[in-house]
Every structure is written in structure tokens, then in C-alpha cells.
């Protein structure tokens, strides 16, 4: 299996990881991917990274810590690298980033119409909180 190499994401990434995004079906009309990007470069963006085979991005995890709660958005591996542990790989690389920081625990939504994606959480640690996340939207992207 090809290793993955994982580094923080740089400006020259960003059309490669919006398609991905695109592929796995991450990107939604109330999100736009090119203003989060350019907010998440502005706050922690040491925690975003990108994984690679060879100098293909295969791999993404936008993680954010608020000195509370870690977070983890934009998880996606290519769909033709399912299943090659990337997924796994990127992600313990999130965690230990957060851990280094002090960050006790990681909360991370799924959307109702993505449940599949739950038991790929469950096999790397994650168990389902008895919580309803809410969300209030303070600036449009439509
Ligand atoms: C979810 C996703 C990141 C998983 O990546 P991946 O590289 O295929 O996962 P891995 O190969 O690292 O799998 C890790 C473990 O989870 C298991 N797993 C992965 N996807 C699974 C699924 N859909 N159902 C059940 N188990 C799954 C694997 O079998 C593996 O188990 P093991 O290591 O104990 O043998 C990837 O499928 C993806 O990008 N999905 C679309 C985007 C998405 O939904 N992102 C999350 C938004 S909340």
C-alpha cells in the first residue's frame, strides 16, 4: 500500500483539495469551500492538513481547538483510496495535534444524510454523545 505523507495545508493546495472535497460530497450550497478555507488560514491553519501519495492530495482534516473542545470538519479520503487506512492516518495525525495542545476531547458532527460514516468514526475511537448539536449561522455564504 502507498504510504501517505501528511503535512499542514499551503494556498497552492487549494484547488486539489476543493475537488476532492467536491468528490467526496463535502461541499454544500450554505457552505462555500473556498471562504472556509481562507478562514480556517487565518485562525490555527498549522491544524489543517493534507496527506499525499506521491504528489497527489488524497487526504484532508480541518481540525480546530478553542481551548475546550477539539474539532474535527472537512474529513475526506479519495474515493479510490477507501479503505487503505488513510482515513485512520490523517486523522491520528489531527489527534495528536490536539492532544499536544491540551485538548481533553474531540466533538465532530455528521450530517443526518452521511450516518454511513459513523461506524468509519466508531472503528478509530469515537463513541456517539447523547447530545442534538445546534447551529447558528452568523454570516451567509449563498
Ligand atoms: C470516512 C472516510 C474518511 C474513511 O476514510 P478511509 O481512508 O476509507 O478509512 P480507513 O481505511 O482509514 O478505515 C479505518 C477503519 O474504519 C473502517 N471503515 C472505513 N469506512 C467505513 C465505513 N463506511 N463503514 C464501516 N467501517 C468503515 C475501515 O474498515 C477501517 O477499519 P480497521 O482499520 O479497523 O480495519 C472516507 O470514506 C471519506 O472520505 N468519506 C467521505 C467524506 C466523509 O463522509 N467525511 C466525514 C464527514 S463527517
Redesign the pocket.
Known sequence: MAQLTIRPYEPSDKDAVIALWRE???IVPQNDPEKDIDRKFKVNPELFLVGFVGDRIVATVMAGYEGHRGAINY???ASD?????????IMAAAEDLLRARGCAKIN????TT?S??I??YE??GFTVDEVVCLGKRLVSDE
Open positions: 467526496r460530497g463535502l474529513l475526506a479520503v483510496c477507501r479503505g487503505c487506512g488513510y482515513g485512520r492516518k465532530l458532527n455528521v450530517r452521511n454511513d460514516v461506524a468509519f472503528r478509530i
